[in-house]
């Protein structure tokens, strides 16, 4: 990706330091505008790639790099960061001394390691040693640098506050899918296996989840977990889920994917988690886990609901900052080691890059995953599947500005047909006015009397032009000397006022003019 990206980093640094001239359309000037790259956004696999840091091995964080090693889970084959977050705490926490429910006998003094900024990264990537064989000195011991990124040959680089932006649609899709699964105890997916057992039994002290050994004729059993759903509470999930509904255009209809036989919910997306993650996951296992870890997962869709706000403040921001490390440790707390991967530690740094970046929605992968769709969709030769993208994209900007210049009576990309067939129907009547006509296929219906009068009374009543005789019909027949209430008059207008009294549809039927009871049939 280095070698793609040098003819970019060519430009940006043009474009810094001599500048573009652009046309200012509001002061109908040219100007030289100046290019600052500001940062770049991508999935965490990605995210390693364009930085230069490997996000495997013992330092996959690219933000707190070599400041925090992960543990190696010897059932698992991984690299874990359960018990890496109490440094973060306070230094009179009470957690930093808790040796029964982290790292059985472990206390935690050591601080929490300090972010780099851009210009000691940059410090660091210049003091990189190249081997003969390859790859840098150090590598998979001191640090993880794989390759020096481009986009230290910036001049301002060393200026950048958050260089890359961590994905939080990733991120928290990444961190809702091992809960959805671990919760629902899905086989071959869920964080709660026998090899996570296993590490726990040699990392915590929490006897009464240590795999069981087995009994005549029997094989290992593994007890039951607080946060584990049993299968008649599966089942009730599933069946509320079935008949969940949600706004137009909220969400995408989970209804459709749940599966009683394999008890799962099929086809599960990341906007499906991130609305599950922040809307359903209290309410979903609310009654069924202890208090203790429902608060936890209600602190956690919390979370991510105020992080993924469209407006931010800066005290909840703040707040956020020292949330994410108890909450961490609380997780800690109910969850075994394995459940515990980067995805889950990123959470540390997701209100820091809130506070210096502004709002998620500009800075989340959700945008641009959608542009690729419409891209791939241009697809149409896949032997040259590059060229045909680039080739029906070209076209498209061409005929976009083309059609641009074509008259207004002409159907084009800018002046698309009206949705109703205008010109179908004409009235001179208020409620009438603008584009007529049928969106689809007509259908037949026969109306019943009482749905006819309903339907003609709810026109009547607004049609500006009928207002005087509803107002002449109201002065005629309500005899009271106080004013009608709405009811009053919604009920004197559908039955009359009594004794064989005219209704206001036959009443209005004898006063109106013949031209607009023309019109009204």
């Known amino acids: 990706m280095g070698v793609f990206m040098e003819p970019l980093i060519d430009e940006l640094v043009r474009a810094w330091d001599e500048g573009v001239w652009t046309y200012d359309r509001a002061t109908q000037r040219n100007f030289k505008m100046h290019v600052w790259y500001q940062y770049s956004l991508h999935d965490f696999l990605a995210y390693g790639i364009f930085s230069g840091w490997c996000v495997h091995g013992k330092y996959p964080c690219p933000v707190c790099k070599e400041g925090i090693r992960f543990n190696w889970l010897q059932k698992g084959g991984k690299f874990s960061a359960f018990d890496k977050h109490r440094q973060f705490l306070p230094i009179d926490h009470a957690f930093r001394r808790d040796i029964k429910n982290f790292t059985k006998g472990v206390v935690v003094t050591d601080r929490a390691p300090t972010m780099m900024t851009a210009a000691e990264v940059h410090q660091q990537i210049d003091g990189l040693v190249a081997n003969k064989e390859g790859g840098y000195v150090g590598y998979g011991q001191q ?26 649609m990733h991120t928290e899709k990444n961190i809702a899918e091992a809960l959805w699964a671990t919760i629902m105890d899905i086989p071959g997916k869920t964080k709660d296996n026998v090899k996570a057992r296993l590490d726990m039994a040699m990392l915590c002290n929490r006897p009464n989840l240590e795999m069981k050994p087995p009994s005549r004729g029997k094989t290992w059993r593994r007890p039951k977990a607080d946060f584990v759903l049993g299968r008649n509470q599966r089942r009730e999930v599933l069946e509320w889920i079935k008949t969940l509904m949600f706004p137009d255009g909220y969400a995408a209809n989970l209804s459709r994917g749940v ?263």
């Open 143 to 168: 640090h993880m640098w794989t390759h020096k990124s481009g986009l230290t040959r910036l001049p301002y680089f060393d200026d950048l506050l958050v260089p890359h932006n961590i994905d939080v």
């Open 259 to 521: 599966n009683f036989a394999t008890m799962r919910v099929l086809g599960m997306k990341s906007h499906d988690y991130h609305v599950w993650i922040e809307r359903l996951l209290p309410a979903m296992v609310r009654g069924y886990v202890p208090d203790h870890v429902w608060l936890v997962f209600a602190e956690l869709s919390y979370f991510f609901r105020q992080l993924c706000a469209k407006e931010l403040s800066r005290s909840v921001i703040s707040d956020l900052e020292k949330i994410a490390p108890v909450l961490l440790c609380k997780l800690e707390k109910i969850f075994p080691p394995g459940f515990f991967n980067p995805m889950q530690h990123l959470i540390l740094h997701l209100p820091f890059e809130a506070r210096m970046g502004g709002p998620v929605q500009g800075r989340w992968c959700y945008p641009i995953e959608r542009c690729l769709k419409v891209l791939r969709k241009k697809c149409g030769n896949k032997c040259k599947i590059e060229a045909s993208i680039a080739e029906a994209y070209i076209l498209e900007e061409v005929s976009n500005f083309t059609t641009t210049y074509y008259g207004d009576n002409l159907p084009s990309m800018n002046n698309p047909p009206p949705r109703y067939n205008a010109g179908e129907n004409e009235s001179n009547l208020s409620l009438f006015r603008g584009q007529l006509g049928s969106a689809s296929g007509s259908t037949t219906k026969t109306l019943r009397h009482e749905e006819w009068r309903q339907i003609m009374l709810y026109i009547l009543i607004n049609l500006e032009e009928v207002m005087p005789y509803m107002q002449q019909f109201l002065q005629e027949f309500w005899h009271q000397s106080r004013d009608p209430t709405p009811q009053e008059c919604d009920t004197l207008l559908k039955e009359g006022a009594g004794n064989r009294l005219p209704d206001f549809i036959s009443w209005f039927k004898q006063k109106v003019p013949s031209n607009i009871a023309c019109q009204l049939n």
